[in-house]
């Protein structure tokens, strides 16, 4: 049964780098048939999308983040990697791993981790 | 337009028929996905592409797509669906996705 788990620190300093890791059991990061994606959740907000990788390293990323934000995978591990640069109260969230097929014209996430709370504070 | 509208509560009776709206340009050009967020819990896919139903899902779930507008329908409402639901799609305007703002269903 595929999952994915997140994991990281759950609390990060402001301007410092939030880094998060999402490991994959039951299918492999290598499949030409998945995208990797993450998105956040404000406390009390809806979802964000913050972009998402392919096997081969193509990478999308959300306009308003991409500046700051670094998706990564490592095969050698079967993880898919979120690097989120000088982080704010406003990155206060909890961010989830998510899995999405390639697919024509449909764009959609699948299978979903638990999600892992992430707390910008000094 | 990078946004997908969705009206932010909708209630039905229990048994009764509900639709739940996302509105915005990209859905003239892609179809949209609907997620189901109970509180505390990861969003759980509910539909997709057309009209496509994860495994798991009940078919009193129904999706649909219209110009900019695309649809998810609950025929006879449960209590077990009251939560929050989520549209998705990707943006006409860039390679990123977009979420609607989110609907909160409360079957009374």
């Known amino acids: 049964q595929m999952q994915l788990q997140e994991s990281g620190p759950g609390l990060v300093k402001p301007s410092e780098t939030l880094s998060l890791t999402c490991t994959v059991s039951?299918?492999?990061?290598?499949?030409?048939?998945?995208?990797w994606g993450w998105i956040r959740q404000a406390p009390g907000k809806g979802l964000e999308w913050i972009g998402s990788?392919?096997?081969?390293?193509?990478?999308l990323y959300s306009p308003s983040l991409k500046s700051r934000v670094t998706i990564a995978v490592d095969t050698s591990k079967n993880q898919v990697s979120l690097k989120l640069s000088s982080v704010t109260a406003a990155d206060t969230a909890v961010y989830y791993c998510?899995?999405?097929?390639?697919?024509?014209?449909?764009?959609?996430?699948?299978?979903w981790g638990q999600g892992t709370l992430v707390t910008v504070s000094s | 337009s990078s946004e997908l509208t969705q009206d932010p509560a909708v209630s039905v009776a229990l048994g009764q028929t509900v639709t739940i709206t996302c509105q915005g340009d990209s859905l003239r050009s892609y179809y949209g996905s609907w997620y189901l967020q109970k509180p505390g819990q990861a969003p759980v896919l509910v539909m997709y592409?057309?009209?496509n139903r994860p495994s798991g899902i009940p078919d009193r779930f129904s999706g649909s797509s219209s110009a900019n507008t695309a649809s998810l329908t609950i025929t006879g409402a449960q209590a077990e669906d009251e939560g929050d639901y989520y549209c998705?799609?990707?943006?006409?305007?860039?390679?990123?996705?977009?979420f609607g703002g989110g609907t909160k269903l409360t079957v009374l």
């Open positions: 039951g299918d492999s990061v290598r499949s030409t048939l998945y995208y």
């Open positions: 998705n799609t990707r943006d006409v305007s860039g390679d990123h996705l977009v």
């Open positions: 990788i392919y096997y081969g390293g193509s990478t």
């Open positions: 998510a899995r999405r097929p390639v697919t024509a014209l449909m764009y959609y996430y699948d299978v």
């Open positions: 592409g057309k009209n």
